[in-house]
C-alpha cells in the first residue's frame, strides 16, 4: 500500500468540512483574570488589563504575555482586545 492510499484510508468517512453551527471554542472552559506585569526593579506595575479572557488551563504567564504582547488597541479603551477568542477570530480572518 502507498503513502497516499493510506492516508485516504484512515480519512475515509471524515467529514473535513466543520459544521458551520460548531464553535471549537465552545469545547473550552474559559475565564476571566486580570494580566499584570511587575518592573523586579522597583515593584511597581509595568503593565495591567484587568478582565482577559483565556482557557482556564492556561498558565499566569501565558495570560500575561497574551495581553502585552497580542491584543490590539490601546489600553483602557473600547478598541482594546481583551479576549484569546478576538485575537483568534482576527488571525483567522486574515
Sequence with gaps: MT???EQN????GTDLQ???ADDPADGI??????ARL???SDGSVAFEQRGVEVP???SQNATNILAQK?????????SREWSL??????IVGT
Design 3 to 5: 503513502l497516499a492510499s
Design 56 to 58: 482556564s488551563a492556561w
Design 38 to 40: 511587575l518592573d523586579h
Design 9 to 12: 484510508n484512515l480519512l475515509a
Design 18 to 20: 466543520p459544521d458551520a
Design 70 to 78: 497580542y491584543f490590539r488597541g490601546a489600553l483602557d479603551t473600547p
Design 85 to 90: 477568542r478576538q485575537v483568534v477570530d482576527r
Design 29 to 34: 472552559v474559559w475565564e476571566r483574570r486580570d
